[in-house]
């Protein structure tokens, strides 16, 4: 079992295609972006929170791996997958799938918990940890996709 949340579903719109005819990379980022929004939302964190918490999650780290070209007016959703977490950050793994299963993108992210006022990391309020919690053990897959814990580099044979 899989068990990813269908976050997020949309379609490729025309100011996203590329001089290369399909999606450009950073309308991929955007999607993803998009995604850790909807992940705000789910725990809780929504602009009335915000607002009255002064609290919200920022994007500390993010590994995004293309797959396959999206093209115009393509269906896309966005998946959930809850790697690992803590009491102030979200270990997140998304991906971006096409049209007929068609598995485009990946992007494992590393999300931490920000006081507004202080501008620095902390834990997350009572009810936004239970709703992360949940998540997770609803949504932690049994095996990690292959793509994460990924470092870049040039795999050689033979060094120089």
């Not at 950050?89 to 990946?106: I, S």
């Not at 931490?112 to 009572?126: L, N, R, V, W, Y």
């Amino acid at each position: 079992m899989t068990k990813s949340k269908v976050i997020l579903e949309d379609k490729v719109r025309e100011e996203w295609i590329d001089y290369n005819g399909h999606m450009n990379d950073a309308e991929y980022v955007r999607v993803f972006s998009w995604g850790v929004d909807r992940f705000m939302k789910l725990v809780g964190i929504d602009d009335t929170f915000r607002e009255e918490k002064n609290y919200t999650i920022f994007t500390m780290e993010t590994h995004v791996c293309y797959l396959a070209e999206m093209s115009l007016n393509e269906q896309l959703e966005v998946h959930l997958k809850m790697i690992d977490y803590d009491a102030k950050r979200v270990h997140v793994f998304f991906e971006l799938y096409g049209a007929d299963g068609k598995r485009a993108a990946t992007s494992e992210q590393m999300l931490m918990g920000i006081d507004q006022s202080t501008g620095k990391a902390s834990p997350f309020p009572e009810d936004v940890f239970k709703q992360v919690e949940e998540l997770a053990k609803n949504h932690t897959p049994d095996e990690n996709p292959k793509e994460v814990g990924r470092v870049i580099g040039i795999k050689r044979k033979n060094k120089h």
